[in-house]
């Protein structure tokens, strides 16, 4: 089983077209949050809880 998201489903985020797919749930976080950092100038470690259940709730399990 493998884990995916694609940043485009995320309120906001519509015109981007970065998708991630890896073995487990955490991988794919390490992937969300350096994409966040560095495509989008975000600070990962301030995203609140909301900002993280969001996220979580958009994981689609392949």
Same mark, same amino acid.
């Given at each position: =089983?493998? $884990?995916? $998201? /694609? %940043?485009?489903? $995320?309120?906001? =985020? +519509?015109? %981007? ?13 390490? &992937?969300? +949050?350096? &994409?966040?950092?560095?495509? &989008? /100038? +975000? ?8 900002? /993280? ?6 994981? /689609?399990?392949?």
């Amino acid at each position: =089983m493998a $884990y995916s $998201y /694609r %940043c485009k489903d $995320y309120p906001g =985020m +519509e015109a %981007c077209s970065a998708s991630f797919t890896a073995e487990t749930e955490a991988e794919l976080w390490k &992937h969300i +949050e350096l &994409h966040g950092a560095t495509a &989008h /100038r +975000e600070e990962p470690e301030k995203w609140s809880s909301e900002d /993280r259940q969001q996220i979580k709730n958009l994981i /689609r399990e392949t």
